[in-house]
């Protein structure tokens, strides 16, 4: 079974705030959240992570939920660009495996 | 500086044929992973290697063997490829202590008959 549980596709219109989730109900107190992001045709690129506390970076902000059984990727303002797949992801510890979930597929609408 | 390179690009191959598969990294990177992407599915890892010399399993091996003779190559091989080997295979490479960022590669389709 999958370790992490995203809805299949989302939408947003450009410039507005876009907001992702993902359930991960039988994370470990070890387990890092991940989300990396996939343009037709390429490889996934790394968006942000976390492990407890909400983090922020140039592309994006990760909300932990207090249990850590669910997380939101935050966009901010929602580009063209930012028309991907988007994958929740936990990494076991030490961090040699990452289990992907099945993404969810954002359209921006202009 | 290419970053993650996959040789080759697109493949077809019989029912029963064997292949390899190449990744080259040239960011000295310790450890390197293969993935398979199947339609509309999420990536899952096939092996890994935490160094030179050393190789794992991840969740999906079988079918598959791996070999890490060069820190900056992971070879990939199908011995006896099936229809179910049909997929978009990813190599990727990290190093701790950035643990966070793995860097793809652009992916080999392979197609098999």
């Known amino acids: 079974d999958a370790k992490t549980t995203q809805p299949n596709s989302m939408e947003s219109n450009e410039e507005e705030p876009v907001h992702l989730p993902c359930n991960h109900s039988?994370?470990?107190?070890?387990?890092?959240i991940h989300w990396y992001r996939q343009l037709p045709s390429q490889g996934p690129e790394y968006v942000i992570h976390?492990?407890?506390s909400n983090v922020n970076n140039r592309m994006a902000s990760l909300a932990i939920a207090e249990d850590r059984k669910s997380s939101t990727l935050i966009l901010h303002r929602a580009t063209l660009r930012d028309a991907a797949v988007y994958y929740c992801?936990?990494?076991?510890?030490?961090?040699?495996?990452?289990?992907f979930g099945t993404g969810t597929s954002l359209t921006v609408i202009p | 500086n290419a970053g993650v390179t996959q040789t080759p690009k697109f493949r077809v191959l019989k029912t029963g044929q064997s292949m390899t598969l190449l990744c080259a990294q040239d960011?000295?990177?310790?450890?390197m992973y293969w993935y398979r992407q199947d339609p509309g599915m999420g990536l899952r890892l096939i092996h890994y290697?935490?160094?030179?010399?050393?190789?794992a399993k991840g969740e999906v091996p079988d079918g598959y063997n791996v070999s890490r003779l060069k820190k900056q190559n992971f070879l990939l091989g199908l011995e006896s490829a099936a229809p179910s080997q049909t997929s978009v295979y990813f190599c990727?490479?990290?190093?701790?202590?950035?643990?966070?960022?793995?860097?793809f590669g652009p992916g080999t389709r392979l197609t098999v008959t």
């Open positions: 990727a490479s990290r190093t701790p202590p950035d643990f966070y960022e793995q860097y």
């Open positions: 039988t994370i470990s107190g070890t387990d890092y």
């Open positions: 976390g492990l407890t």
């Open positions: 992801i936990l990494r076991d510890h030490p961090g040699n495996q990452f289990y």
């Open positions: 960011m000295n990177h310790e450890y």
């Open positions: 290697s935490v160094g030179e010399g050393t190789t």
